[in-house]
């Protein structure tokens, strides 16, 4: 199964927010996702309504009991993703650290380029967000050091926290679905319900089932689904 | 389609006599802000691009190519939404850069900014 690398060359424009929540709404349909929060701040797991003090298992640490939030697998790869052999094995894109039965969802900080470069050859996938602003229009030009954004084949942008009572929000929108199209899988639109729910230590689906926003990550992850070929699974499916 | 929590409120409130309508930008509307001119120019985004000989070549090239092949005439457009233009796909299919008259094109789609 693929691993979806969820990195922005931005921080700040909900990279964490849509990992999280692509990861739910893949468990709700069927696929059973392990996210990996690699970042030091590890807000990953506020998503899934959890508390900030609840401790998350450790990547590669089999002596703890496995976390499992709304139908997903919870591991903390910060430690992981500094230690020596575990960038060695990611050097060799033949040999995955990852399990092939699983589908891994990776959240990676925007400061750390490095480990997404090393993890971006066993990725089936980059799901980039930013945001409609200039800042983050602008830093669409740092997604690959070395190859265009056009030219990318495993990447898709995903536009978040669109207010459409902006003009220029609305304008950037359109402009990258305009000249970026086969690049875009979705817009998020801005929805407080997002850090509401968080302040409540509840999933936005339990908070509010009616949010815009959770409405949109879903046409998002059909868009995901459609691009690396994971058809709904059905209950009950193996592999 | 109205937004599913704005669908919910009004629910909630029992409110059944709004009209809901979303103000959807076109995208021969919007404003064409320096930053996106910037963008389509840089090589990071769309390539290396093609020097004005050879956009002047692949111009008179797709000429060439549309005198021998016309294209079939399209009908009528019924509504104003249907005359918009479709979006230029950059990257679709060829990952080849966008050329000036490409560019010229796609900025010329958008009213000049403020």
């Known amino acids: ?239 | 389609m109205m937004r599913s929590d704005a669908e919910a409120l009004l629910k909630k409130l029992g409110q059944k006599d709004f009209r809901y309508q979303e103000f959807a930008d076109r995208f021969g509307d919007t404003e064409l802000w320096p930053l996106f001119e910037a963008l389509l120019q840089d090589e990071r985004l769309v390539g290396r691009p093609v020097s004005r000989i050879d956009a002047k070549r692949v111009t008179r090239e797709r000429a060439a190519l549309a005198t021998v092949h016309p294209l079939p005439k399209k009908p009528e457009a019924s509504s104003e939404e249907d005359r918009v233009t479709p979006a230029l796909d950059v990257a679709a299919g060829e990952t080849h850069p966008i050329g000036d008259g490409e560019l010229d094109a796609f900025l010329g789609r958008m009213t000049p900014g403020r």
């Open chain 1, 1 to 239: 199964m693929p691993l979806l690398l969820f990195h922005s060359p931005k921080g700040g424009v909900g990279s964490t927010f849509l990992a999280a929540h692509c990861a739910m709404e893949l468990a709700a349909r069927g696929h059973e996702p392990i996210a990996i929060d690699f970042t030091y701040q590890g807000s990953l797991k506020l998503f899934f309504g959890l508390l900030p003090d609840q401790p998350i298992v450790r990547a590669g640490d089999d002596s703890e009991e496995e976390l499992v939030a709304a139908g997903v697998e919870l591991l903390d790869g910060y430690r992981l993703g500094r230690k020596a052999a575990f960038l060695k094995m990611l050097a060799d894109p033949d040999a995955s650290p990852f399990p092939s039965d699983k589908l891994i969802i990776a959240d990676v900080a925007a400061a750390d380029h490095a480990l997404k470069q090393a993890l971006l050859p066993h990725a089936v996938l980059q799901v980039c967000t930013i945001t409609p602003g200039p800042v983050a229009l602008a830093s669409l030009t740092k997604v690959d050091p070395a190859q265009p954004l056009a030219e990318l084949q495993k990447t898709l942008i995903v536009v978040n926290l669109l207010d459409d009572t902006r003009t220029l929000a609305r304008h950037s929108n359109i402009f990258l679905h305009s000249a970026f199209e086969r690049l875009l899988a979705g817009t998020v639109r801005q929805d407080e319900a997002v850090n509401e729910a968080v302040a409540k230590f509840e999933t936005l689906e339990r908070f509010r089932p009616t949010s815009a926003a959770l409405a949109d990550v879903r046409a998002v992850v059909t868009a995901l689904e459609e691009h690396c070929n994971l058809g709904p699974r059905k209950e009950g499916e193996e592999g």
